[in-house]
T-cell receptor
């Protein structure tokens, strides 16, 4: 089954404790992306990657890092999480470039205390 | 009290009726549009897409209409069922973009579709 898998699904942690949210897709997609979803603000892009070793900032990249060492994986790293990063995070992937729909994971709910 | 922007627009329809969800997009240069459905506790699920060289596209029980003159997109769901209850949002894509910044896909804030029995 074609899917985007995120882990963990839920995490409660404390300010300053580094964390990584993993994302893996089994569709051999070149493009992967991370979003955060907040009430009243909709989905906002954090980072995206057009292919292996190619990453770029989205609209709200501050406080986040990503890496793309393999085509299937695109982890999101919070080096020093802060409470304003409490949110619902989604990873997505799509084939190629341009006009293709993105496929989303089921989300990771992060709470930073 | 309520805070502006925290509550999504809501559309309430009777089971079996047709639903029409509207979206105004922002950029006349957008050349690709997508509708997503998001159920509680899940990620956005692709429903249907349309390119700017079309004004209508049909899927199974869904139809998307594009009016480029007024920058308006709509999603029609025929014979609405309880399983259609979700938040629906549109996304527009500027197509190929060079350089940095977000990769062209902008999402609307969504409409909550409620199905009444």
């Amino acid at each position: 089954e074609a899917q985007v898998t995120q882990n963990p699904r839920y995490l409660i942690t404390v300010t300053g404790k580094k964390l990584t949210v993993t994302c893996s897709q089994n569709m051999n997609h070149e493009y992967m992306s991370w979003y955060r979803q907040d009430p009243g603000l909709g989905l906002r892009q954090i980072y995206y990657s057009m292919n292996v070793e190619v990453t770029d900032k989205g609209d709200v990249p501050e406080g986040y890092k990503v890496s793309r060492k393999e085509k299937r994986n695109f982890p999101l790293i919070l080096e020093s999480p802060s409470p304003n990063q409490t949110s619902l995070y989604f990873c997505a992937s799509r084939a190629g470039t341009g006009n293709q729909p993105q496929h989303f994971g089921d989300g990771t709910r992060l709470s930073i205390l | 009290g309520e805070s502006v922007g925290l509550h999504l627009p809501t559309l309430s329809v009777q089971e079996g009726d047709n639903s029409i969800i509207n979206c105004a997009y922002s950029n006349s240069a957008s050349d690709y549009f997508i509708w997503y459905k998001q159920e509680s506790g899940k990620g956005p699920q692709f429903i249907i897409d349309i390119r700017s060289n079309m004004d209508k596209r049909q899927g199974q029980r869904v139809t998307v209409l594009l009016n480029k003159t007024v920058k308006h997109l709509s999603l029609q769901i025929a014979a609405t069922q309880p399983g259609d209850s979700a938040v629906y949002f549109c996304a527009e894509n500027l197509g190929s973009k060079s350089g940095g910044g977000a990769d062209g896909l902008t999402f609307g804030k969504g409409t909550h579709l409620i199905i009444q029995p």
